[in-house]
């Protein structure tokens, strides 16, 4: 069985394959406990500087940093093959499946976090993240960690476990990539309702036939297959809106430099997130999809975070591929987004742009989620 050629993970675990498993972790190289590494503001931490080729296969972390929001402050960044632009770049909490610079506890089949409120620190809230999208790399892998908050992380926690082989990477196996967008607020489009006029949500105004307004959650050069993205919101405008509920935006997916119309075009927001009539059972965790933060009991206020994972059913593009999605029916909604899109693709890719300035990415409204008190 060649080591680039895995069948199912149950099934590969009756077969013996060339490789060597290695880890790189945090742990107190005195022999102590003290298994955490310290990052000072402004400075960045190297997780893993490995030499080789392999596949990195989970990656464990936590974190304690009492600056406030710092899920939004920290970013992750991975390079593969000596690339001087990362194929990763994201907050640390928005990577890990959860927006808005908070944690909650959810488990998917790629990502997760435990989490629980009367574990970790006090005052900062703190969760076990995990990822185990499979990670190759032809010669050397790097992943940091860099401190743009205001205060130091006072422990960094982690394991990144990988295995290395003597065979070269096939050219058919793509590197692993993941970017953070934003738009605060997104622009609406008005629709011309008049105040307090509600119709049903299969009779609102407005025509979208171009997609050109919608939020863009990847717009990516290259070949490759688009496998999935957390997408947050925060409906802070829901009551200037004629229509509360910030679900009914069509996601369109448009391939290889297409036009109008895309290959791929949707019914609803809660739809590619595969619910439907909004939102009913809250937050939940499935293994391809789920709402990873739910924090009003009501469906049409508070602040939203939702995955849904292509495993079964990649997105595939030969030269170029652009997810987006509407802010409501025909971009009628001036709502925050944010989200972090997952893809494999072959090299080079499109330059990732930094990130927004800290303080630009930070949410608008926090702790309104209530899953903690300040």
Known sequence: MSFWRPTSPLAGLTRVKAGRSRRESSWDRTGGNRDFAVVPPGETHVLADITGTGV???IWLTTRCYS???LRKLVIEMYWDGEENPSVRSPLGDFFGVGHATCTHYVSLPLSMVFGPRRGPKGPFAAAMNSYFPMPFGSSAKIVIRNESDKPIENLFY????????????????YFHAYYRQEKPCTPVPNGLAPGEVPAPWDLPGVNLTGEDNYVILDAEGTGHYVGCVLSIDNHNATNQPYTWPGEGDDMIFIDGEQWPPSLHGTGTEDYFNAAWGFPSGAYAGPYHGISL???PQEHFGLWSMYRFHIEDPVRFASSIKVTIEHGHANDQGNDFSSVAYWYQHHPHKPLAELPPVEERLPRRWPEHGLWDE
Do not use: Q
């Open 294 to 296: 739910a924090s009003s």
């Open 159 to 174: 394991y990144v476990d990988y295995e290395l082989t003597e065979e070269a990477k096939p050219d058919d196996v793509a």
């Open 56 to 58: 990195i296969e989970h």
């Open 68 to 70: 406030e929001k710092y």
